[in-house]
C-alpha cells in the first residue's frame, strides 16, 4: 500500500507539469493546478447545445489496457490515467488481457476482461449499451485533456495554422467534462446526428 501510494503520489506530479505546460504559466503557482471549470467550457456552446449536456450519470467511462500492472512504469501509467477519473468523481471501467485481470484488481481498480485491443473495445460498447449508458473509451496513458478555443486560420497554411493554435485559449479539462462537451456538440448537431465523436492525441509536451 505505501508503494502504491508512492506511485500515485508520482503520478499526480506528473500530471500537474502537464497542465501546467498546457497552460504556459510562466511561475508554477503553489498548490495543484486544477482542471479549468465545467462551465467556463460549457459557455462556448450554443443555447442548443447546452440542453444537450449529459449528465455523468449517463455515461460508462473504459479504460482499455493490457499487460501494464506488472511493472513499476506501468502502474504509474495506470495511476496517471485513474487518479485523473478519480478527481472527476467518476468510476472507469478497466478492460484487459485475461492474464492481467487479477493483477489490475490487486491495484484497487475496477476491472474486467476484456482480451485483446478490439475485443475489449466492442466489450466496453455492448457493456455500455446493456446499462442503457454512452460509452467512453480512453487510453491508458493519457497525462491531460486538453481543448482550445480561438479564431480559425485563414487557410490551411502551416504557419497561419500554428498561430491560431498558440493564440487560442487553452482549457485543461476533466474526462468527465471532455466527454460531456463532446456528447453535447453530438446532440446539437443536425441530422443526420453524428455518433462517433473523439479527440486527436499528442504526446505529452
Known amino acids: 500500500m505505501v508503494r502504491l501510494a508512492k506511485l500515485k503520489a508520482k503520478e499526480a506530479v506528473r500530471v500537474q507539469l502537464v497542465r501546467l505546460q498546457i497552460k504556459e504559466i510562466p511561475n508554477r503557482p503553489k498548490g495543484d493546478i486544477r482542471t479549468d471549470a465545467a462551465e467556463s467550457l460549457f459557455k462556448l456552446l450554443s443555447p442548443e447545445e447546452r440542453k444537450c449536456i449529459p449528465k ?31 478527481e472527476a468523481g467518476v468510476v472507469p471501467t478497466w478492460y484487459v488481457d485475461s492474464d492481467s485481470v487479477k493483477e489490475y484488481r490487486k491495484l484497487g481498480l475496477q476491472a474486467v476482461e476484456g ?3 478490439c475485443p475489449s ?4 460498447l455492448k457493456d455500455a449499451n446493456l446499462l442503457g ?4 473509451q480512453a487510453s491508458d496513458d493519457i497525462s491531460a485533456w486538453e481543448y ?40 446539437g448537431a443536425p441530422q443526420p446526428k453524428p455518433k462517433l465523436g473523439g479527440a486527436s492525441r499528442q504526446h505529452d509536451p
Open 121 to 124: 473495445r466492442n466489450k466496453a
Open 56 to 86: 455523468a450519470s449517463e455515461f460508462h467511462f473504459c479504460v482499455v489496457s493490457a499487460r501494464r500492472a506488472s511493472t513499476v512504469e506501468g502502474v504509474q501509467d495506470i495511476f496517471k490515467v485513474q487518479c485523473q477519473f478519480d
Open 148 to 187: 482550445r478555443h480561438g479564431k480559425r486560420a485563414a487557410s490551411r497554411d502551416d504557419a497561419l495554422c500554428n498561430a491560431a493554435w498558440a493564440k487560442a485559449k487553452r482549457y485543461v479539462l476533466s474526462p468527465l467534462t471532455a466527454a460531456q462537451f463532446i456528447v453535447a456538440k453530438m446532440r
Open 133 to 136: 449508458k454512452i460509452c467512453v
Open 115 to 117: 482480451g485483446r485491443l
